[in-house]
Structures are given as C-alpha cells and as structure tokens.
C-alpha cells in the first residue's frame, strides 16, 4: 500500500512540475506583451484603427492571463500546509480554467468589433497596421516557442502556449487583411478575415476548455481511464 501512495504522489508532483520551470518564459512573456500593448494603443489611435486597439486590449487579456498562470506556477511548489493538506497544485488547473475563459471572452469581444466593422467600414492607415500586425506576429510566436517545449506536460503551459500562438495567428490575419486591402481597396476583406480567424481559434481552443472544465471537477485524464478489451469472468468456486 506504501507503494502506492509513493507512487501516486510522484506522478502528481511530476505533472504539476511542468510550469515551475518556465518562470522566466513567463517573466518574457508578460514584458514583452505590455510593451507590444503600449505600442498598439499609441499605434491606433494615430492610424484610426479600431482593430489594432481591439486587438491591444485582447493582447492586455494575455498579460493578465501569463500573470494568472506565472502566479499558480509558483503556489504549486509550495509545500502542503495544515489548512491545504493536499498542497497548492490544484491552482495551476484553476489558472489554466481562467485562461480558456478569458480567451473566449477577447474572441467575444473580437468578434463584436469584427460585425462593428462590416457594418462600418472605415478608411484606415493599413502600412501602419501591417507593420504594428507584424510586429504581433514576431512578439506573440516568441512567447510561444518560449512555451512550446512544455505545452504537452502541463495543461497550465499549454493554456499559456495555446494563448500566444493563437495571438500570433490573429496578427498573421490582420496584415493580410491589411494588405488585401491595400492592393483591393475593399473594406469588407478586413472583417471577413476576422471571422475565418475567430473561427478557427475558438475551434482550436475548445478541447483545452473542455480538459480543463474536465479537472477542476476532478474528473480523471481520458489518457488514465482503462477500458478492458475483452470481458472478464471470476471463475466460479468448485
């Protein structure tokens, strides 16, 4: 039975370890974000762009969200107390449940903007948001290879890397659209390219939401449930 409960303990403390060694991809992460935000702000209010600042308050959702997760990371190395006998390794699951949520709720908003636009369209600077979009696209895939290496250990890191790259992809949208644009003159491209994207991100992030509801109910990892293959029968007493 001793061995059991050793075992038990270790595969647990192996599964919550994951995010404790990314502090300073998350420490990068969270800079390098608030810098791209202050930037993207500054950069749509000169180039008249409602996009870019709806994108920048989407990119300030990943600032908090790498705050939630860096914060969980580091309680689930702290020992168990008297009050939390089981340890704080729970608050990774709960900071990566925040993170499904929060990116949801900036593809909500998003996509209110993106039906905003098709109704009315306007003129904007598209050099300036291509290269402000481009810049995203450099930012946000760094972030990303920072969690690349250990998005499958930890759902938490994957919550954090799923962010990102999905961040990455929505500047790689807006700078063809900007550039679409450019060359077209159509307004309409911009949102129609919004709603492929937002399709896709919310598409490619169901399956972290629905894990992660999944484990703050204790439920047990898809991966650990056995399933025989063949039935069994106890053989009959003679």
Request: no cysteine; glycine share 10%; hydrophobic share 50%.
């Amino acid at each position: 039975m001793a061995h059991s409960h050793d075992h038990h303990s270790h595969d647990h403390h192996h599964h919550s370890h994951a995010p404790a060694e990314f502090g300073r991809a998350f420490g990068i992460g969270i800079a390098l974000n608030v810098a791209f935000v202050i930037a993207e702000v500054v950069g749509g209010l000169w180039a008249n762009s409602t996009a870019l600042l709806s994108d920048a308050g989407h990119n300030l959702s990943d600032v908090l969200s790498l705050a939630l997760a860096w914060g969980a990371a580091v309680l689930a190395k702290r020992r168990s107390s008297a009050r939390y006998t089981y340890g704080y390794k729970g608050a990774t699951i709960q900071a990566a449940l925040i993170n499904a949520a929060l990116l949801y709720a900036a593809l909500g908003a998003i996509l209110w903007e993106t039906i905003e636009h098709l109704r009315h369209p306007e003129p904007v600077n598209g050099k300036l948001v291509m290269l402000l979009a481009g810049l995203g696209i450099v930012v946000n895939g760094f972030t990303a290879w920072l969690f690349s290496r250990g998005q499958k250990g930890d759902v938490n890191v994957r919550g954090a890397y799923l962010h990102m790259l999905t961040d990455a992809l929505v500047s790689a949208g807006v700078v063809v659209g900007g550039g679409l644009v450019l060359w077209t003159g159509w307004l309409w491209l911009d949102p129609a390219i919004s709603f492929i994207i937002l399709a896709v991100i919310a598409y490619s992030s169901w399956g972290l939401l629905r894990e992660t509801v999944q484990l703050s109910l204790q439920a047990v990892p898809p991966v650990l449930i056995w399933k025989p293959s063949a039935p069994f029968y106890w053989p009959s007493p003679a």
